[in-house]
């Protein structure tokens, strides 16, 4: 499909020149960028390791759990060399 866009003259140019140092036409230089936008706005295209990452986020609160009990067990090995 063809379109009429206003970018605005430093952007045309510096994309017009990064278009041209990789050798690509500038209309595959803004599909692919404008592609690439739309995957990042896009809800459930995320990465997978993202959605790894995120389903830890419930693992915070036994984490702090866990580091207090290993906290408590080290002060009482040290009141215990202390005596």
Avoid: C, H
Wanted: a negative charge; proline letters at 5%.
């Amino acid at each position: 499909m063809k379109t009429t866009l206003e970018i605005p003259d430093a952007v045309f140019r510096r994309a017009k020149a990064y278009a041209a140092a990789r050798g690509i036409p500038l209309r595959q230089l803004v599909t692919e960028a404008v592609e690439l936008r739309l995957r990042e706005r896009t809800p459930g295209t995320e990465p997978a390791w993202k959605a790894l990452a995120g389903g830890l986020a419930s693992l915070r609160a036994e984490t702090a759990r866990v580091n207090r009990r290993i906290e408590d067990a080290f002060e009482q090995i040290d009141d215990e060399a202390d005596d």
